[in-house]
């Protein structure tokens, strides 16, 4: 039997400890926990993605396309060889032996080089942005872990409350001092509970095995996340400069990057409205007959060039293509800027608005509650509330602890969407990935 005193005397830290043990996290038996931080689970994201593994090879392609351009096609070798067998048959013949190599007149080679170069580039940054998309899902899915189980644990304390007021009021019913009607509602609102929490329940399970699979971790493998979902208590107003968001935002560099392969491309298309020059060295070696002495053996050496001439081919259609290319390009950036600092805008003030609204809820409603639970502590104490008041105002404080959590927890959801719209990550552009050597 629970006298009032024994009640009353309950504290509520035993009711967080039961729901601290009850609520444990979903750590199989005989495995090591990944303990982690959001910014540890993005970069454990980054260490363990395969496809974002199978995207980082087309960087290496790119570096290789770049490593093997802007070198002279390969040199040509003849051998010619004639001689007058099915005419005179005077034993007369030619050998001829030659090299011939292709040589640009513009700057081709070195153009095309440059042109490899940013596509390097080019290919970095969308890496780069993918990274940064896997970093907004990974620090997403963590905070909605963090929140889910932060609402099991209050639901839990909810649960533990719940049955001592049914295991009460069995008891008091026993003796004829409530009704059955009140232990019928009591054991009511307790099944509700219980599926609540069953419910939050199979959602952590989701959501730690979404967490698990972006972070590229085994299903079976626990996670303790050891960031707490407290509200700051600054407000977070302090603006970021554009230019620091244009720098740390992949997709910008990206734009970016298409104007200067485009210039790049520009560059190589004007090179190429002039065919590469061959030049041809060869020796011959000569059998002929030459009157009065006969047959003679004689030696040539020459050189000679071929020069194409831009006529009816100079390459209009790759210029104007080009130029088609680098005016999308300028306009790509150029709606990167106007969707960046929208995108900004949003994040910056939806998180505004939920700090405000987690305050509020965390703040002088939970005094609130907490000193209206107080008042009919006293109250019972001294006779003038019964126990089912005192634990209504308990239960009470308890909803409204939960209802904080829920507003805390959506202001750390904007916060995330804030970090992916800034691209706030740990090692998103790795020092020296522009590097194309």
Do not use: C
């Not at 007149?105 to 998309?133: C, H, M, N, P, W």
């Not at 979404?210 to 050891?226: A, D, N």
């Not at 006529?311 to 106007?338: C, P, T, W, Y």
């Not at 939960?402 to 090692?427: K, L, M």
Request: charge should be negative.
């Amino acid at each position: 039997m629970i006298s009032r005193h024994t009640f009353l005397r309950h504290p509520a830290a035993a009711l967080l400890s039961f729901a601290i043990v009850a609520g444990g996290n979903l750590f199989a038996d005989g495995a090591e926990p990944l303990v982690v931080n959001r910014d540890g689970a993005v970069e454990t994201a980054f260490a363990n993605n395969r496809e974002l593994r199978i995207a980082e090879l087309e960087v290496k392609r790119a570096k290789a396309v770049l490593r093997w351009s802007g070198r002279l096609d390969n040199p040509e070798f003849e051998l010619n060889y004639s001689d007058d067998g099915v005419g005179l048959d005077e034993n007369e013949g030619v050998l001829e032996v030659a090299f011939s190599q292709r040589f640009p007149i513009t700057s081709r080679l070195k153009d095309e080089k440059r042109l490899r170069g940013y596509q390097v580039v080019f290919a970095e940054a969308e890496i780069a942005e993918r990274r940064r998309e896997l970093a907004g899902e990974v620090d997403l899915a963590a905070v909605e872990l963090m929140a889910t189980r932060a609402v099991v644990a209050r639901q839990r304390k909810l649960g533990v409350l719940n049955q001592e007021i049914v295991t009460f009021l069995g008891e008091q019913m026993a003796q004829g001092q409530v009704s059955k009607l009140d232990l019928t509602q009591a054991r009511l609102t307790g099944r509700s509970i219980d599926q609540t929490i069953k419910a939050l329940a199979a959602e952590e399970k989701v959501r730690a095995l979404k967490l698990k699979q972006l972070m590229g971790i085994e299903p079976t493998r626990p996670v303790q996340l050891t960031d707490r979902l407290d509200l700051p208590g600054a407000r977070p107003d302090t603006r970021i400069a554009a230019e620091t968001i244009f720098g740390k935002r992949p997709d910008f560099v990206l734009a970016l990057s298409r104007i200067d392969e485009a210039e790049a491309s520009i560059a190589l298309e004007k090179s190429r409205r002039w065919e590469d020059i061959a030049v041809r060295v060869f020796g011959e070696r000569e059998r002929a007959v030459d009157e009065p002495t006969g047959l003679e053996r004689n030696t040539f050496l020459g050189v000679g060039t071929s020069i194409p001439l831009p006529l009816r081919q100079r390459n209009q259609e790759g210029i104007e293509r080009s130029l088609i290319n680098r005016d999308a390009a300028e306009k790509s950036v150029e709606a990167a800027r106007f969707h960046i600092r929208s995108e900004y805008e949003e994040a910056f003030q939806q998180r505004l608005a939920n700090w405000a609204l987690a305050s509020e809820a965390s703040g002088e409603v939970l005094s609130l509650a907490e000193e209206n639970f107080s008042e009919f502590q006293k109250a019972y104490r001294e006779g003038q509330a019964s126990l089912i008041q005192v634990q209504r105002a308990q239960e009470q404080q308890l909803e409204l602890e939960t209802a904080a959590v829920q507003a805390i927890a959506e202001y750390y959801r904007a916060d995330a969407q804030f970090r992916f719209v800034t691209g706030d990550y740990p090692g998103l552009i790795r020092k020296g990935a522009t590097d194309s050597k």
